[in-house]
C-alpha cells in the first residue's frame, strides 16, 4: 500500500508548530502536523500571558533590538486576533541601576507608537496616582506603557483549527517514533498514544518544532542529523489572588536586576513571573522549585504595598526552552526566537526552530517555511493581516460582539457571554446556535462552561479530557472546583469517540 506523502510534516503541536502549519498549507502546501500530547502542551500553555515576555529572554544588545521591531508585530498580533489579546497598562517603577539593560529594553519599546492600536509611554510620578496605591511609599517615578495580554494556548489552537480549514492534517496524542532521510524524502514512523498502533507517512520537508525536546529529537528520533550545542531554560511562575490593581500590571526589578511581571488575569488573580534558571531532566515534568517560588515573592515584595506569602500562591507553572548555546537570540530573527536550517538542495530539507517568542511566532513561522522554497512549490506569504478564526472584527469591538450576542442569547449571562467572546470571538454564537433557553446547553460544569460548549470544543478543537478544556482551552483551571472538574473528565469520557489511526 503506497504511503501517504506530505509537502510537509511537523513534529510539535505548540504555537510555533500550529504557526508553521497554518502558513504552509495557506501556501498550497500539504501538511501533517503531529504532537504526543494535546496541543498547546508545554511551554506555550505555561507562558507569561504577555506579549512582552520574550523580550526578556536573550542578551541584553538584542533585547534593545528585539523591542523596536516587536512593536509593529504586537500590534498586527492585536489587529489578527482581538478576542485573545487585551490591550494591557503595564507599570514599571525605577529603582537605581539594577536591571538597567532590560528596562531601556522595555521602555524603548514602549515608546513606539504603533498607529492608533497601542499608544506610547509615558513618564508618571507615583505619588498620589493611582498606579502607586499598590506600591510602598517612596518611589518616585515610573514608566507607564502598552502591551497586551494574550492567551497563547487558544492562539496556538487557532492557529491548527486555521491549519485544518486549508487542508492540513493535525494529529494531537501522536508520537513521533523516527523521521529518517531516505534521498529526497522523510519517512515518518507515527505512533497513536491512545492505542499504541503504528503507521508511515512520507513528508517532502520536516520542521522540529518540539518545544523543549526539540534539541534532544536531533540525533534520535532525527537520526544522522548534527546536534546542536543546547541547554535548557525553566521559566516558572506563581499565580496569587489579585495583588496588582485593576487592568493594571507591573514591570518590577528583582534584586539580581531580572525583571519580573505581575499581571492581572482572569477570576481574580495575579501572575507573577519568570524566575528562570537550567533545567535537567525531562521538559514535561517541569515544576516550579520552592526556590523559584522564593525568588519570585522576594523580588515582588520589594516593591507592593501588601506583600505575597508563600500561602498566598494558588498555583504555579513552568515552561522549558531551548537555547543553542553562545545564541541565545537566534541570528537571523533576533526578536522572534531561534532557527536552525538543514536544507542542502540534494536532500531532503529539515528547519528545527528554538525558544520562539509569542509575538514572534508567526515571523518565525514564515521564516521556516520560506527556507523550503527551493525544494517544495509553494504560493506568497499571506498571514500578515489576515485574521485567525474569530478574529474577523475591530480591534475595540468586544463589548459589541458582547451585546449582540446577548441579545440574541439573552439567557446567557453577561459574565460567560464576555468570556466567550474573548475565547471564540465571532464564532461564539456557532456554538449556542439552536438553543431558545438556558436548558437547552444542558448541564453547567462551574465557571460558565456548559454540556454545548464542550461539546464544541471536543468536535472543532480536538480537547479530550477535562484539563484539555480547563488549562489550554479556556481560562477555567482556577475557577472550577475538583468535584465539578471530574464530573467534566467523566461526561468527556462517555461522549468521545475512539481515536483510530490511518491504516499502514
Given amino acids: 500500500m503506497a ?40 511551554a506555550t500553555s505555561n507562558s507569561g500571558r504577555t506579549t512582552l515576555d520574550g523580550l526578556l529572554h536573550g542578551r541584553p544588545r538584542f533585547r534593545l533590538l ?33 536591571g538597567r539593560l532590560r528596562r ?41 506603557f502598552s502591551a497586551c495580554l494574550v492567551d497563547d494556548a487558544r492562539l496556538a489552537i487557532l492557529n491548527a483549527s486555521d491549519a485544518r480549514a486549508r ?33 508511515k507517512i512520507v513528508a517532502r520537508a520536516l520542521v522540529n518544532a518540539a518545544g523543549g525536546y526539540a534539541g534532544e529529537l536531533l540525533g534520535t528520533v532525527i537520526p544522522d542529523v548534527s546536534r546542536p550545542e543546547v541547554t535548557l531554560v525553566r521559566s516558572s511562575y506563581i ?74 500562591v494558588a498555583w504555579t507553572a513552568a515552561a522549558v526552552r531551548v537555547v543553542r548555546v553562545g545564541r541565545e537570540a537566534g541570528r537571523g530573527h533576533p526578536f522572534a526566537g531561534d532557527m536552525e536550517r538543514d536544507t542542502p538542495e540534494d536532500i531532503a530539507p529539515l528547519v528545527s526552530v528554538f525558544d520562539v517568542a509569542t509575538f514572534g511566532h508567526r515571523v518565525m513561522a514564515e521564516a521556516a517555511v520560506d527556507a523550503f522554497a527551493q525544494h517544495v512549490a509553494m504560493g506568497p506569504r499571506w498571514t500578515r493581516g489576515t485574521p485567525l478564526p474569530g478574529g474577523h472584527f475591530a480591534v475595540d ?6 451585546r449582540a450576542l446577548r441579545a440574541a442569547y439573552p439567557f446567557v449571562p453577561e459574565a460567560d457571554a464576555t468570556r466567550m467572546v474573548a475565547a471564540y470571538g465571532t464564532r461564539a454564537p456557532t456554538i449556542l446556535t439552536g438553543a431558545r433557553r438556558a436548558e437547552d446547553l444542558g448541564h453547567r460544569f462551574g465557571g460558565g462552561l456548559t454540556e454545548a460548549e464542550v461539546g464544541y470544543l471536543m468536535r472543532e478543537e480536538w480537547a479530550r479530557t ?39
Avoid at 506523502?5 to 503531529?34: H, N, P, Q, W
Avoid at 523516527?178 to 505512533?191: D, H, S
Avoid at 488549562?471 to 469520557?493: F, H
Fill in 104 to 144: 531601556l529594553a522595555l521602555s524603548a519599546h514602549g515608546r513606539v507608537r504603533s498607529g492608533k492600536v497601542l499608544p506610547p509611554s509615558t513618564v508618571i510620578r507615583l505619588a498620589g496616582h493611582e498606579a502607586g496605591q499598590v506600591l510602598k511609599a517612596g518611589f518616585r517615578g515610573a514608566r507607564q
Fill in 466 to 504: 477535562a484539563t484539555d478544556v480547563l488549562w489550554r482551552r479556556s481560562s477555567l483551571g482556577l475557577s472550577v472546583s475538583a468535584a465539578d472538574a471530574s464530573t467534566l473528565d467523566l461526561w468527556m469520557a462517555r461522549a468521545r469517540q475512539p481515536v483510530a489511526a490511518p491504516a499502514a
Fill in 3 to 42: 504511503l501517504s506523502t506530505y509537502d510537509l510534516a511537523v513534529i510539535g503541536g505548540g504555537l510555533a508548530g500550529c504557526a508553521v502549519a497554518r502558513d504552509a498549507a495557506g501556501r498550497g502546501m500539504s501538511v501533517f502536523l503531529c504532537d504526543r500530547g494535546d496541543l498547546a502542551g508545554g
Fill in 397 to 402: 469591538g468586544t463589548a459589541d460582539l458582547v
Fill in 239 to 312: 499565580i496569587t489572588a489579585r495583588k496588582a490593581g485593576g487592568d493594571r500590571g507591573y514591570v518590577l526589578t528583582a534584586g539580581d536586576g531580572r525583571l519580573v511581571f505581575a499581571v492581572p488575569i482572569g477570576g481574580g488573580f495575579t501572575l507573577i513571573g519568570p524566575s528562570e534558571v537550567g533545567h535537567a531532566g525531562d521538559p514535561g515534568l517541569a515544576a516550579a522549585s520552592g526556590a523559584d517560588i522564593d525568588y519570585l515573592t522576594e523580588a515582588v515584595n520589594f516593591w507592593l504595598r501588601e506583600p505575597v506569602g508563600t500561602d498566598d
Fill in 167 to 199: 487542508g492540513a492534517e493535525i494529529r494531537p496524542r501522536t508520537r513521533c517514533v523516527e523521521a529518517r532521510r531516505e534521498g529526497w524524502f522523510w519517512k515518518i514512523t507515527l505512533e497513536s498514544v491512545e492505542t499504541g498502533a503504528q503507521w
Fill in 66 to 98: 528585539a523591542s523596536l521591531r516587536a512593536r509593529a508585530e504586537e500590534a498586527a498580533l492585536l489587529r489578527d486576533a482581538p478576542h485573545l489579546l487585551r490591550p494591557l497598562t503595564l507599570v514599571m517603577p525605577g529603582h537605581s541601576a539594577r
